[in-house]
Structures are given as C-alpha cells and as structure tokens.
C-alpha cells in the first residue's frame, strides 16, 4: 500500500517495520521485488545481486567466445571458405549478434522486462550452442579432427551447412538479445537515488566489462588452443556447459533481484510525439509559454519513473504538448487524443533520444576497429611466426592481451587516473566524464590501427625476404601483435565502459535497456561496415596484376594499406565526434520519483 503526497513515495510497509524494530527502508528508485512490491533495500539487490550477474556474465562471455574467437579459422578450415568471405561472414555474424540486442532490449523495456528477457534469451542461446556442438561432432568434422593447420575437411552437404548456419544464429540471437539487458538489469541493482549506492553502480559498469573480458579469457587461451588443433567439438561442448551453468547460476538469484516494471511500447510513444508535433506544425509558440505545456496526471500509476523536466532545443517537438483551444475543447467532452495531445515528459524522452543519436553515430567506427581483432588481426596473426620450440601459438589467443590490457587499464583508470583527475579539477567533481572518455578511446584506437600497419609492413619485409615466392609464412614472431592488442584493450576501458555508463544514465527511465542496446549496435553497424569496407576495398585494389589488399596469401596483398586507412577514418570520426560532444546536452531530472500512467487524463490539463 502506498501513500502520493507531492509525487514522493512513502511506503508504509517500511513505516510499520520501523515500529516493530525493523530497518525495512525501500529503495528511492521506484524498483520492486520479484512479487510487485517496493524492494526492501537490506534484502535485496546490492552487491549479493550484483555478483551474481558479474558471473553469469563471465560464464555467458565465455561460451559465446568459445564460438566466435575462432570462428574466423573454422570458416576457412572446414568449411574451406576464403579470407575475405570469412572475414565478411563474421563481421556479418557478429553484427547480426548485435542487431538482435535491439530486439532484447524492446521486448524488456516495452513487455517482458529484463528478468524475463534474460532467461528467455539464455535459454535460446544454450539450445544455439548445443546444436552446433551436435552438428560439429557428427557431421562437419569429417573425417575426425579435420579442421587443423593440416588435414582439410570434406566437402559438406547444403543441410549441414544450413543446420551449421541454423546454429550460430540462434547463438546470435540468445547472446544479442541477452547481453544489453543483463547490463542494466545488473545496475538496477543499486539505487542511484542512494549515495554509497550511486556509487556502486558506476563502479558496476567498469566491473562488468572486466567480467566481460576475463569470461572470454579462457575461450581465447585455452578453448583457443584446443580449437586451432582441431578439437572444435570439445571447444564448442565447454562453451556448452559453461552457458548452462551461467542460466542455473542466474535463476538462482531470482529472489534477491530488483527489478522495475516494463513502461510499454516505445515506438507509439515516439510516433505519437512525431505525429502530434506534425498536426500542429502551423501553432505558433512564443517564448515563456511552458506554463501552456501538457503535464501529465500523477494519479492512477501503473509505475514509477523520475519526472523529466522541460529542456530547450528541438522547440518543434514542443508543439505536441502545448494544448490548444481544440485540445480544451476536447476536454470539455471528455476526450484525449493520444496523437494529437502528448505529455511533456513524453516529449522529453524523445528529445532525449535525438540528441543520444549523433554521439552513438561517432561511436561506430571504433567498432570498425574494435571489430578488426576477431578477423583480420587473427589472419595477420596467422601469417606471423607462430611457434616458440615446437609449441603453436593460436593467433586467436593473442587477444588474450587484450584482456590483460583491459584490466590493467581499469584499475590504473578507477584507481590512479580518475582519483588524481578528480583533485585537478573543483572540488566535488567526478574526474573524466563519459563523453571525455570516450574521446580518448577514439585517440588510443587510431594509435591501435597505426601500429597494426607499421607491424604488418615489417611483416612483409621479413615475408618477402624469407621466401621465394611469397607463399609461407613470415619470420617476423606473433609477438609484435602485442602492442596493437594492448592498444586496442586501453581504447575499450575509455570507448566502451563511457558507453555502457553514458547511455544508460542519458536514457530515459523507461528505455534503459535501449540505452545499453545503443552500445551493441554500434558494435553491430560497425561490423557491417567492416564488411562493407572488405568488400569496397578488395573491388578498387584488385586488378590483374595485384589480387587486391586482402588475398587469401597475405604475403602478396597490403593489409597495411587497409590498417591505416581505418587509422585515418577514426581521425576524421573523432573530430566529428568532439563537435558533437560540444553540441550535446545532458538529461534532467527531477530528483524525486514521479509517477506516470498511460492512460493519461485530459481533464486534469
């Protein structure tokens, strides 16, 4: 039972615990537990929560990694495809992966809500990797332990190759639509309306990211190793069993959780506010006319939600709160009409998403480069010295650096970097803000790229001087790869941890699932423009006498070439980026939760 005095929330569950000596404080965020009611702050959420879903999302990481690490070798190895196609098809995969977050983050917000978006889309991606370890073991590894740098594999039926394809998509589809939502779900954990909470929920999203990349460390080390001799059953049955032992894990903590109720469809509302702006397009608004905006009725809530103030920018879009003498009319009758009348609040959320919109455009040719390592990075790799004694190094496993390189960078940055910022600046600021970090991300990634090219031209030298007619593999050892991976690492920490926290605190109350899927695609377009720009590439660079920039041989190709091409397109995104940045005005916030209904009643405008 609740009491409404000023739009604040009084539980009276927690007033009657009190006097029966019982510290049952809610939370101020508006979360409820798993029956509904306002979380009890003492027994649920916090860090019990919290840890829970940083394990699923290392078991989780690590099978999804298990498949997509090598993915780009058991392309070329078994199903015998070309550098190029395979370096097209993961992009295209791992973009697909991430198309589907969009999908996950839709169904949370607007129906399911993200507890149940999380166990429905785990389930989905156990039955994808379990399919494919079926498919792998009995019918794609033939004859047995094909698949390594010696013994090819058969050529392979359209419906092994279609149940192959049936396979990593359903993974695409369980991971895509999990993985944006287990991000917000693990920070809804922690009420930001609380002060020592707050501040464990921006430290939840440098966490998850390590979680993230220390899940994947094994795929990429041991899982890695066993795969590029040929073991890819046993890869793919370990990547198995770790997703269902992160679903048991998850489903575990079911009673501990917080959770905030599903706000509807936010596509009507969006169209709404578009449509209503539209009818209204010859309604001239003078300046000081806020008091004639449409605030929506606080009584009647379905849930709670921080009220979001009036901002300036995008004055078009204000026309669909500001109620005409039609819309009194309407009033009169006791009408609304949804499409031509909407809230301010309403109106906000899509401001708030237009202006989140040119930041996210900037982030996606960092994915191109991010995107890089899963493709031709391992292809580089692959063409280097791989062997120290009679020991093989998988070029896949040297990204193993790159996870080491992301959590050196997180502590340096959470405990040397943001501390000494934070004394530099005024006192009570934060140190780098999101938008700053991602800046430098941008600037770590274009070094990242310059010294991708500069070990690839010496790779060539040593190639070109070892071998006759430039068909094995280069002197030059796999280790030179080292600093482009760690590079790459560093720009991950300030690019893709500013993200997850950016958008997640900029989106509206109601779509924060959407702001974490904002992050996810931008890794998905950036694949597709990976791709895009393989297939561009190879097109103007190949001509009779040259096979183009990306042969299947390496060793007659220049991916330099390609390296610092990417090196100067991140250049030109960062300056647009900054410009953007400048541009960019953040959300506000009333500090107390407000509720809202979707029936909203006309006749209290």
């Known amino acids: 039972m609740n009491i409404h005095i000023d739009g604040v929330n009084i539980h009276i569950r927690g007033i009657l615990g009190k006097f029966k000596g019982e510290a049952e404080e809610c939370t101020l ?324 998403i237009l202006r989140l919109l040119p930041i996210w455009l900037c982030t996606i040719i960092y994915s191109v480069v991010f995107t890089q390592m899963a493709s031709l990075f391992v292809e580089q790799g692959a063409a280097m010295k791989c062997t120290i004694s009679n020991f093989r190094i998988p070029p896949a496993s040297m990204s193993s650096f790159d996870i080491l390189s992301v959590a050196l960078f997180i502590f340096l940055y959470r405990r040397v970097l943001d501390p000494v910022v934070s004394r530099i600046r005024k006192k009570g600021s934060k140190g780098l803000t999101e938008l700053q970090r991602m800046g430098i991300g941008l600037v770590i990634a274009v070094m990242a790229m310059v010294s991708a090219g500069i070990v690839e031209c010496y790779r060539l030298k040593y190639a070109q001087k070892d071998c006759t007619h430039c068909q094995g593999s280069s002197s030059l050892s796999i280790f030179w790869q080292v600093p482009q991976y760690a590079f790459i690492g560093a720009s991950e920490v300030f690019m893709y941890v500013g993200q997850l926290e950016f958008f997640n605190a900029q989106a509206p109350d109601g779509l924060k699932s959407f702001g974490s899927a904002l992050c996810m695609t931008s890794i998905s377009l950036g694949n597709y423009v990976s791709s895009l720009l393989v297939t561009v590439v190879m097109k103007i660079s190949t001509t009779d006498n040259m096979p183009g920039w990306i042969p299947g041989n390496l060793n007659k190709g220049h991916l330099d070439r390609f390296f610092f091409l990417l090196a100067g397109l991140t250049t030109i995104d960062l300056v647009v980026y900054i410009a953007c940045a400048k541009w960019y005005k953040k959300i506000k916030l009333e500090g107390k939760c407000v509720e809202i209904s979707g029936k909203d009643n006309p006749s209290d405008v």
């Not at 917000?184 to 990349?213: C, I």
């Open 29 to 352: 965020d508006g979360s409820v537990d798993l029956q509904g009611q306002p979380a009890i702050r003492e027994r649920t959420g916090k860090w019990v929560a919290g840890i829970i879903i940083l394990l699923n999302q290392g078991l989780a990481t690590l099978a999804f990694f298990g498949v997509g690490v090598n993915l780009v070798l058991l392309l070329t190895r078994v199903l015998q495809q070309n550098n190029a196609d395979a370096a097209n098809n993961v992009s295209k995969w791992t973009g697909t992966v991430y198309i589907f977050s969009l999908v996950g983050a839709f169904l949370s917000d607007s129906y399911w809500g993200r507890y149940k978006t999380c166990a429905i889309f785990q389930v989905i991606f156990v039955m994808g990797l379990i399919s494919l370890s079926l498919a792998s073991q009995f019918f794609l590894l033939n004859p047995r332990h094909c698949g390594d740098r010696t013994t090819k594999c058969e050529t392979h039926s359209s419906w092994e190759i279609g149940l192959f394809y049936l396979s990593i998509y359903m993974i695409a589809l369980g991971n895509g639509g999990y993985q944006p939502n287990i991000a917000t779900f693990g920070a809804d954990q922690f009420d930001e309306e609380d002060p020592k909470e707050g501040l464990s929920k921006v430290a939840f999203f440098s966490y998850f990211y390590l979680a993230l990349n220390l899940g994947s460390l094994f795929s990429n080390t041991i899982l890695g190793y066993f795969e590029d001799g040929g073991m890819w059953a046993l890869g793919f049955w370990v990547s198995a069993a770790s997703a269902c032992a992160g679903l048991v894990l998850f489903l575990s903590g079911t009673s501990r959780y917080r959770h905030f109720k599903p706000s509807g469809n936010p596509l009507s509302r969006f169209c709404q506010v578009i449509v209503a702006a539209a009818k209204k397009w010859r309604v001239e608004m003078s300046t000081g006319e806020e008091e004639n905006l449409y605030v929506v009725n606080e009584k009647g809530s379905s849930m709670n939600v921080r009220k979001m103030l009036h901002t300036d920018g995008f004055k078009f879009l204000d026309k669909a709160a500001y109620i005409t003498s039609r819309d009194l009319d309407n009033q009169k009758q006791g009408l609304h009409d949804t499409w031509r009348l909407c809230p301010i609040s309403q109106v906000e959320e899509v401001k708030c």
